[in-house]
């Protein structure tokens, strides 16, 4: 174990001294940072605009008035049932359906300055200034109805800025609606009483009559949470995978371009060289991945932390990471995962003796890779679907599949069955890649040569 | 009683058809300075390999210190492979540390030996400079010092003068001699002969594969029997020449004036008989010396010619 400690310790504090890894470190933290800064700040920095509507009357005008008015509703009916998962005060509660919980209105109507779009563009171009609620400004943007009254014209200097011309657009498809039916002889609000009136599917969660007595049938973020968190692992497990391939392969060119096996060889046994190296790969990516997992979790407590009640939204993801029923199966398809890829990964390092021959082997090794994914991404969306259930018996995609299978019960005997396979798939191919690592150290077989390398591996005094 | 550090007995390693050690039988006993002689691909790397368990032979074994080559008996042997190697990130000191650790030292005596001994080497000041910003001399010297740190009972040094210039090939002579004062048993491989002449006990000779010479270097010179050396004008055959008077010549590989020959003397002549009969065959003569012994002759007398030539051509290899 000495010997092991020593090679990892060697290894780790080279890959953990060099700027490339801090710079890796930071980077995540700085970009969620910057990125998170950067959205409050463009909503926050995001200009309320004036608007004005031309017409004689103001139906156009009311019409968009009344969908930015339903925007807000809906607005706020979100936050209330975002709220409903939170441990607020009655009060609270009692402020949240009261008030209104939507955010600030970017656009406003002032009174059209003028009534042509001749006369309007000195206003529209910034020329000039309109009185409104928050003091002079441009006039950001104006409808004007077509001579033949089948358009309604939106004029303004930004035409990517669509929000605006979005909502009118609603509001005058509501308002032909609403016309449509009164000419039928329907009240305008016909269709929402409708719609009030259909049956409302609800989500239940069949559960046994002792825990339905207790916990209830609906379906709650307790009830999603740890889908999300097997999803989170699986995906976490991937990446890890993925950030190593590099790790692993210039690791071991180097030792194999500096000439240093034999020199380790006569220190250290090959299973310990292994064992040490595949540890500190391990630990440089775990100490990245942990720094940043602690990173965004503290930035979710803050964040969280700023919004009364705003707690509870995060205790069922803790929950469901501490359930021993995902947690551990979890942990050890993880494991069992990164000793298959990892091992893969160092034995193919050992092959190559410059980082171009590595080069080579990086497009099949993603695309390796990159079934995983596909297998994660069609499992978090459909666990139950048959090519998962067959796929997760196949070694490559156990880690991953195990791991999202987990939140849905799966039998007992399956989990058992397939971790059986995983870790004897992992045995093999550690004894096998530790073959082609000894061939590729020790007797100097290259990528290059494959005839070699077998020959090599399979010798009867390849050691 | 103490086992001797290393026993081969009749180990051959082959790779496909080509066979690189053929029945090495070989004892390294304790406390000498040997010195494994052969010119570049005669199988003494292959055979330091399996001295050190790093490769297993085909047939035959290998005992260190009276077992098998294992990391426990490893760790009282000191090696230096042909084919340099360290982590070139890593600083001098850190490096000695990290492989006298290996050798089962604790930290701090692995930090003050490395200490120690950058600042015997003249390296006190490279001590925390990257490997990388390093000559190749001195990184080779670091490399040395890795492989001496643990105070190994046995070292085997494998072409140790390989890439050195001479005044760096002096000092490393003095620290062989200084780890054989302190009672390391020493194993050298080396196709420059120069160097198993000043500093060894025993030779061991290679060629293609096989031991052609396991000894002293009394008995190497003693194998040689006494010559003479005649430099005759380019084209003329010393040997057609003196064969009919009972005088055997080889060429030998001498550059210099005229064509270098060397003349073995029969019992009962001397070096002034042999140059008598080379005036009497009217040998162009350009320059004449009786023999001084050297261990290339040794070598050319045991494996012929052709063999011997390998010898020159690995010599030059070193020398460019």
């Known amino acids: ?463 | 009683m103490r086992m001797p550090p290393l026993v081969m007995t009749h180990a051959t390693k082959r790779f496909g058809a080509f066979t690189a050690v053929s029945d090495l039988s070989l004892e390294v006993p304790e406390g000498e300075i040997i010195g494994f002689l052969g010119p570049n691909g005669a199988g003494k790397s292959t055979s330091l390999r399996m001295a050190l368990g790093v490769m297993q032979p085909d047939s035959g074994s290998v005992s260190l210190f009276g077992k098998p080559p294992e990391i426990a008996t490893l760790k009282r042997v000191g090696f230096l492979p042909e084919e340099r190697g360290l982590y070139k990130k890593m600083t001098p000191r850190s490096s000695i540390e990290h492989f006298a650790r290996l050798k089962g030292l604790s930290a701090q005596v692995a930090r003050a030996r490395a200490n120690d001994l950058l600042d015997t080497a003249g390296l006190g000041e490279f001590k925390a400079t990257r490997i990388s910003k390093l000559s190749k001399g001195m990184a080779q010297k670091v490399q040395i010092l890795s492989t001496l740190a643990h105070q190994p009972d046995f070292l085997i040094l494998d072409e140790p003068f390989s890439g050195l210039d001479p005044v760096n090939q002096q000092v490393l002579e003095d620290l062989i001699r200084a780890e054989h004062a302190r009672g390391a048993t020493i194993l050298f491989s080396t196709h420059v002969m120069e160097h198993a002449e000043r500093l060894c006990d025993r030779i061991v000779m290679m060629a293609r594969g096989r031991k052609v010479f396991d000894g002293t270097l009394d008995e190497a010179f003693g194998s040689l029997g006494r010559g003479a050396r005649i430099s005759v004008a380019e084209g003329f055959d010393l040997t057609t020449a003196l064969e009919p008077k009972g005088f055997e010549a080889h060429r030998a590989p001498e550059k210099g004036p005229g064509e270098a020959w060397r003349i073995a003397l029969p019992r009962g002549t001397d070096a002034q008989d042999a140059l008598r009969a080379a005036i009497d065959a009217g040998a162009p003569i350009v320059s004449f010396a009786p023999e001084e012994a050297r261990l290339r002759d040794v070598f050319v007398s045991l494996v012929g010619e052709a063999d011997a030539a390998a010898l020159t051509e690995s010599e030059t290899g070193e020398a460019a």
């Open chain 1, 1 to 463: 174990m000495r010997n092991v400690y020593l090679i990892f310790r060697r290894d780790y504090l080279g890959y953990v001294r060099a700027w490339g890894f801090w710079l890796s470190l930071a980077a995540v933290p700085l970009f969620m940072i910057i990125g998170g800064t950067f959205a409050i700040f463009a909503a926050k920095s995001s200009p309320v605009r004036y608007y004005a509507v031309v017409e004689p009357a103001s139906v156009y005008a009311d019409a968009i008035e009344g969908e930015f008015a339903l925007d807000d509703a809906d607005a706020s009916q979100q936050a209330r049932d975002l709220a409903a998962n939170m441990d607020l005060s009655p009060e609270q509660h009692a402020a949240l359906q009261s008030g209104n919980a939507a955010p600030p209105r970017k656009f406003i109507r002032v009174p059209a300055p003028a009534r042509s779009i001749d006369d309007l563009r000195p206003y529209l171009m910034g020329e000039r200034l309109v009185s409104g609620p928050l003091g002079d400004k441009p006039l950001f943007a104006v409808f004007i109805p077509s001579t033949d009254g089948k358009d309604l014209e939106y004029w303004s200097d930004d035409v990517n800025v669509g929000a605006l011309r979005a909502t009118a657009a609603n509001a005058m498809r509501r308002l032909a609606r609403q016309q449509a039916l009164s000419e039928a002889g329907l009240g305008a609000d016909f269709l929402d009483r409708v719609d009030a009136n259909a049956l409302q599917v609800s989500a239940h969660r069949i559960r046994t009559v002792a825990d339905q007595t207790t916990a209830g049938s609906e379906v709650t973020m307790a009830d999603r949470a740890p889908v999300f968190v097997a999803g989170g692992l699986a995906y976490f497990l991937w990446l890890m995978i993925f950030s190593i391939i590099q790790y692993l392969l210039m690791g071991t060119i180097e030792e194999r371009s500096n000439k240093i096996f034999d020199t380790l060889l006569t220190s250290v046994k090959l299973t310990e060289l292994l064992a040490g190296k595949l540890l500190a790969v391990f630990a440089v990516t775990s100490t990245m991945m942990v720094s940043w997992g602690l990173f965004a979790f503290g930035a979710s407590l803050f964040a969280t932390s700023q919004i009364p009640g705003g707690a509870s939204l995060l205790s069922p993801f803790l929950a469901a990471f501490a359930n021993p029923s995902i947690i551990i199966p979890g942990l050890i398809s993880f494991l069992l995962g990164y000793v298959m890829y990892g091992m893969i990964f160092m034995a193919l390092g050992s092959l190559c003796d410059t980082i171009q021959e590595a080069q080579t082997l990086l497009s099949p090794m993603m695309i390796l890779l990159m079934l995983p994914m596909f297998a994660i991404f069609i499992a978090f969306q459909d666990p139950g679907s048959p090519i998962i259930d067959i796929a997760s018996w196949i070694p490559v995609f156990t880690p991953f599949l195990l791991i999202l299978r987990m939140p849905h019960d799966p039998p007992l005997w399956e989990i058992v069955a397939q971790m059986l396979i995983m870790a004897l798939t992992a045995l093999a191919i550690l004894w096998l890649a530790t073959k082609v690592y000894r061939a590729g150290a020790v007797h100097g077989a290259g990528i290059g040569d494959l005839g070699g390398v077998f020959k090599r591996m399979f010798s009867r005094k390849a050691g």
